[in-house]
């Protein structure tokens, strides 16, 4: 997780941003959506990304880190029980941020932060490498009975392919 650049925290101090962050990821993880600033969202991304991942692993040593973020049992229990399962095989990118505009009082930009929950569809190959791919692993020669050998090059439709006798080795 990256650790806090110089300057000014979220909400002060180094300790108060950790847990307003430990806060709002218990907030993302049982309500699936949160709604708060940009920067709060930005913020907040790599921790929530990092305790699913955690959760994803499901042992004793991975619940115990997660408790130590996030204090709530029931919480940690949805997230391992619920959330894990249904992330299970993606492989990251657990959470997406919608810009939803600025904030009336005082024009901070507010943004959607939700949970993705919906289920990894593999991305399917094009045919064009697939084929070529085939074509690498296949072999081109084609070994008829022990008499004859068949070489196939891909012959036009109105052209012969001519099988020529082999001679045995002796």
Known sequence: MPTPTKGARLGGGPAHERLMLANLAAS??????IKTTETRAKRL??????????AKKGDLHARRRVL?????????????????PQVALREGGYTRITKLGFRKGDNASMVQME?????????????KTSAAAAAAVAPVVVEAPAETEVVVDAPAEDEVVAEAPVEEAK
Do not use: N, Q, W
């Open 45 to 54: 991304r790599p921790v929530a990304e990092r305790l699913i991942t955690f």
């Open 115 to 127: 949970l993705v929950l919906e289920p990894v569809t593999p991305k399917v190959k094009s045919a």
């Open 28 to 33: 993302l993880f049982t309500h699936k959506s």
């Open 68 to 84: 130590a973020t996030i204090g709530d049992k029931t919480v940690v229990h949805e997230l391992f029980t619920e959330i894990a």
